[in-house]
């Protein structure tokens, strides 16, 4: 069949009165009836990072650093439960770090009460935590536990929130040892060159003075 252009014309008008879309190839029209589909959504956001707690944990230059106390029964040696998951942090950190050769855990208390009493429970809860580190995989040549009362201060005894912070266990490193290197720098790529590593033991010269006893950080309520 052989249409003239007005015949053409006329079927056109005649299709684009029709619903949907008009396809042409060559002189002869199509109609697709409906919409085509929505494109699909795009998948939802990854949910935001949820910002990590600060460790309770961590090694100094020459002290083990905790961030909350060690919890004891009043007026005795033995650990809390609560604060078991501490000191199993604490035990991972020390075998985290194999350089670390001795530590020296370090009891101490709050001027209340009767000195001699308070050093001697001071040392047992000292020696307490020692026995559940070596207990849960720490060798016990590499822990000394010791009391010393009230003998280091680091807040008032004046206020019971001073008193508290006094009564702690604290993990002083007394033997590590410390890698050095000796480095040459390329000047012409800036790159480094290590000609030299040697290892030595740092031991007691580390140890904080009497007067210098280190701080505890964000403690929380404690016991006597």
């Known amino acids: 069949m052989t249409l003239s252009i007005g015949g053409v014309a006329a079927v056109v008008a005649f299709m684009s009165g029709c619903a949907g879309t008009k396809v042409f190839e060559g002189q002869t029209a199509f109609s697709v009836m409906g919409t ?3 494109p699909p959504a795009p998948p939802p956001p990854p949910p935001p990072k949820k910002d990590e707690p600060p460790p309770r944990v961590e090694v100094r230059e020459n002290k083990i650093e905790i961030h909350e106390k060690i919890q004891f029964e ?3 040696a033995t ?6 998951s501490l000191l199993d942090e604490i035990t991972d950190v020390i075998k985290k770090n194999p350089h670390i050769k001795k530590i020296q855990i370090e009891g101490h208390a709050s001027s209340e009460g009767n ?3 308070n050093k001697a429970l001071s040392d047992r809860r000292a020696k307490s935590v020692m026995k559940y580190l070596v207990d849960h995989g720490i060798e016990a040549a590499r822990l ?11 807040a008032t005894n004046d206020t019971e929130e001073g008193r508290e912070q006094n009564r702690r266990v604290e993990f002083n490193i007394l033997e590590q040892d410390v890698t050095q290197k000796k480095v040459q720098v390329d000047p012409n790529t800036g790159k480094e060159k290590v000609l030299s590593t040697t290892s030595k033991a740092v031991s007691d010269d580390m140890k904080p003075k009497a007067g210098q006893p280190g701080k505890l950080s964000n403690p929380k309520a404690g016991n006597k």
């Open 36 to 38: 085509p589909p929505a």
């Open 74 to 76: 009043y007026n005795k």
């Open 115 to 117: 000195a001699a009493y």
């Open 79 to 84: 650990i809390k439960p609560e604060s078991f």
């Open 144 to 154: 000394t536990a010791k009391g010393f009362g009230s003998e280091k201060p680091i």
